[in-house]
Every structure is written in C-alpha cells, then in structure tokens.
C-alpha cells in the first residue's frame, strides 16, 4: 500500500500571526512549523501501514524552501521518503491552486509507483478553509472521505471506510481505493519522534520538484491562477472599554446588569 | 465587465430532514436578495420531500423567486453529488453567485463546485458586497485577530457564509416562490462514495450552537458539572458549549466543542466559564460580539480578550448571575 500524506508548512498558531500589504501571510521563515493537524494524518498513514505490514508513506508538500522542515518532520515521526514542490510561481496560490500543484505532484508520483491512498489533515491552521481534501479528490478524480474521526483499510477489499462528525449528524462513508481522506484531530494521537526516529531521517530521500517537472502550467497557480485575491487586511483594533472585576461577592449581579445595560438580554 | 449586480443568485437551502430551514439560511437568503438586483433568487432544495408550504411561503417572504428541488438518483448527502447537482443549477439559471451557509458539509461541496466550474470560493465570509463589478468578501482570519477582504475575479463567486453574520429582513414585496423540479444526472465518478450511515443528532431543545446569538461554554473548570452553565444559556435562551478538554472527559457530546477544531462561532454574546482560552479555542469564538469570561485564575489568557472579565469561582458567580437575570425579567 502506497499512501501518500499532504503536509503543510505553516506560521506556528503560537506566535504573532500577520498579513502583509499584498494579503499574503506573513512567512518570516521563523517561527513555521508544520501544520499541528497534518500531525494527524501522518500518524494516521503510519498506523495504516503498520496494521498492513507492508507499505510505504511520503510525505509531499508545497511552498517555498522552509515549507521543506514540514516534510521533515514527517520524516522524523517516521515516513519512508519526502517530496517537496518548490517554485517561485507557486506564491500567491489559494486554496484551490495550492490543490492544483498537490494533485499535480500526487499523479507525478503515482506514474511512478501507484498511489492506493492519500491522506490530509482536516484543515491547515492558517487559512483554515478546509476546501484542499475534497478539491484534491476532484482534480484527481478520486472518491473523498473527509473529516473522518475514524478511519479503517480494508487491504483485501481494496476499500476505505471514514466515520466523521458533522454539525447536524453522524456519517460512515465508504469507498474503492484509491481515494483521498482527511482526518481529524481526534482520529488518533499523533507519535512523537524519537532520536532514532530523528537520526534516521537525515538519511531519508527529500525530492525536490519544480512546476516544470510536474508538466504545470505556471499561469494556473500562484497569484496568475488565483481566483480570489485579498484586496485589503487589517489587524483587528483591541477591543474597548474592558471590565476586569474580581468577585467581592457580588459579582455575578454585575455580570447581569453588563447584559442588560449592553442591551445582551 | 459584466453587470453581477442583474445576474440571479443561487442559495442552497439547508434544512433539517422534516423540512424545517436551518436558521442561517435565513440569512444568506437576505443577502442574496439584495445582491441579485431583482434577477431573482434561486433556492436550491437538496432532499427527499417537497419544501413544505409555510417554509415556501416564509422563504417567498424573504425574497425567494425559485425553489429547485434537486432530484437524482444518488444520495444527495454526498458533496460530489451535492456539486454536481449545484453545477447543473448554475448553468441552468445563469447564476454568478451561489450562497452556502459556511458548515463542513457546504465547504466540502464549495470545493468540488469551484473545481468543477472554475469559480472562485471563499468560505467563512461574514460579509460579501459589489465593488467595481467583483464580489467582495469580508472575513476575519488567524483566530479573529485579523480582518479581510478578499475579491473574487473568477466569473462565478462561491461564497459560505458564516452564521450570524446578516440581520434577517423581509424582501420590500414577497414573492409566492416557483417550485420546479431539477433532475440531476449523476456520473459514474460522484456515486463511487457510499453513504453507509448517517445518523441525524437529535436537537437538545436549545438553540443550534453553530447559529445562536448567546453561547455560553464551560471548561475544564466545571470539573464535569454543566448546570451552571446550562442554566445561565436556560435563562438567556444561549446554546451551551465546550472546550476540548470538557469533551474529551465526555461531559459533554463532542459536537458541543468550539474550536479551531471544533464548531466556529460568533454569537453576539460568548460567556466562557472555568475556560483558559487556549490559542486553539480562540480560534473558534474570537470573533464573537462580547465576550464574558468567568475564570478564577486572573493571569488565565481569555482575559486578554474578554469585554467583561470575573476573577471568580463559576459555580457561585454563573448562578448568581443567572437568578439576577431571572429577577430583572420577572421586574419586566
Ligand atoms: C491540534 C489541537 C486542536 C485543538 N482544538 C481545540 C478546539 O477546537 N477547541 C478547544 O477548546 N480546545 C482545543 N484544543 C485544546 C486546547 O489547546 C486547550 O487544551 C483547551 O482549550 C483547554 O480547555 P479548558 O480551557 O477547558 O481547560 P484549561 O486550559 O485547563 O483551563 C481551565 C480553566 O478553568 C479555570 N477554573 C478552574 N476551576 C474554576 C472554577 N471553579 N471557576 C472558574 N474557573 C475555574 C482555571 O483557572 C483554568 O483557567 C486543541 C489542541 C490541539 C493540540
């Protein structure tokens, strides 16, 4: 079974996150981390080939040359082999061109050895869309299983089975591999990497590709191909007149007079 | 550039499996009725049974022209079918704009739809006007610390729209909306995902925590105990909510958690009991109106951005605040 995880590299959720005069997120290089969720569907992918016993996991991202300690980390918790797309006409790229250069890489890598399953996280922490998995599942015309909370392989059945949480209800979805699923936070517990985990991937393969390699037409992606464009962005100004009480006993009766003079209730 | 201002605006609309609209619907289609510029508004109807007559009859209030019910032969639940049957609506009306209310679901259809169309999509709006011929969404981003606004330049927008966002208001004349079925050609490629379950939550009686206007949520620092908290959401007619921690311990269903993870939401009021406000839960109620919290630790982060803070126990403060609330109400 050849999976394949989506990992992103993003400004740690921890720190000053900000946007630049061009809309575009803030990536000093610093403080970037990977995407605390796509911790998830590495750990995922990892557990699927390890109930197989046999397998492989690469972990594939895009962005510029720092993005590349995302797919190390993947490395470190334990995947075989790393794939990084890099190229200067990616920047600017929303969601669904992030989705365009992903689903080119992921049919550059199934030309090579096919690809049974690929795996996301639920969302990336900084734009926070959730629209990648199923827009990946589209542009490779694959079947999508998002969101699953639980997710099993049936390896002879060659099916993959998804039970996810909505707002309103409750879902099992299933589907004929290959096919792409994104899972949760509460999928799993993701592992920590070890130092023998982290040693051994300083001998692991990272391939770095370009659009040209994937055949991508540098105009489809990047802020050429973007089809929403952040016309202005502004920090939001801090919040006014704040009321800080401590409760002499009498506190919860404040509570409600704020409510009512603010017209709350 | 094309006039969006005459072009007519498609709005799925969400309901429960008896026909009932789900809350934000309401609202998107208030929005998409004053942005059609009288090219009318087209409502897509995603489910077994026809629209019932007063939920017609409401939505004709709201400025409704047309109610497309979608019938196909797949499960509609399912987002490749969803889109596709969204797809097939937009050619058929000439749409440039299609509303969804902002859930997982809608996002999951938004994506095929804009794949499939080329479309722009923008989720989480809690805004969207005309400007220079573009729609123009507006939305807060990086856990609501940052505000956007964000164009779209594709011919087609895909806009979710988050709930809460719009003030419902009756069209200036109602309209007795036409109903018309669609049939939607499924392909090969939408059915190859099956539906084995799908088990609808039942409603708790109070409001949906993703659309009510008070949410009141409880931490850790109830240690298990949701009364308090359940009784000041009774008193002010509010949704009650949770951290993670509250739900992994399993005091409370999972689909209580508010999040980055969990359900967003930006009620008018948040009132946070014995909650840290930990960068992941900001993520999810930061852009709320007021924010109240009740935490007896005064150094806990949520202070930083709470409009009315209590350095206090909760389980003395929220009761105290709730019997004050039921006292000023019964003064009238
Ligand atoms: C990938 C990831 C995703 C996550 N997603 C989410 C998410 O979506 N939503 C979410 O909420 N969390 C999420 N978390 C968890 C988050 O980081 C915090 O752990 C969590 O929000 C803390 O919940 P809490 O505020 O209830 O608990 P704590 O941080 O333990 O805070 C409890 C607070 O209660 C106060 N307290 C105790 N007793 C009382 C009392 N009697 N009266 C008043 N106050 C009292 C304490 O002073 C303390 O401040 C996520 C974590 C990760 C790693």
Redesign the pocket.
Known sequence: MRIVVCVKHVPDIQSERALGPDGRAVRDGGDGTLN??DENAVEAALALVEGAGDGSVTVLTVGPDDAVDAVRKGLQMGADEAVHVVDDAIAGSDALGTARVLAAAVRHLDAQTPVDLVVTGMAGLDGLTSLLPTALAQLLDLPALPLGAELTVDVAARTVRVRRNLDHATEVLEAPLPAVVSVT?QANEPRYPNFKGIMAARKKPVTTLALADLGVDPTEVGAAGARTQVVAAAARPAREDRVLVNDDGTAGVRLAQYLVEHKLV | MTDLTAAPVLVLLDHTPDGTLRSPVREIVTLAAGLSGGAGVHGAWAGAGEPPAEVLVELGTLGVTHVHRLVADADLHLSAVLAEALGSLVDATGARLVLLVSSFENKEAAARLAVATGAGVVTDADGLVVEDGRYVASKTVFAGTWSTRCAVTAPLAVVAVKANSVTVEAAAAPVAPAVVEHPVAVSAGARRVTLVERTERPSSGRPDLGSAHVVVVG???T?GDFSAVEELADVLGGAVGA????TDEGWIGHDA??????VTVSPRLYIG?????????R??MQASGTIVA????AD?PIFEIADFGVV????TVLPQAAAELRRLKSEG
Request: overall charge negative; proline content about 0%; hydrophobic content about 30%.
């Open positions: 605390e969720l936070d | 931490g850790r620092g240690e951290t993670r921690v509250a958690q508010i999040g980055q993870t969990g009991a014995g909650v840290s406000g930990a960068v992941h839960h993520g999810g009740v935490n007896s630790d806990a206090g126990d909760l389980f």
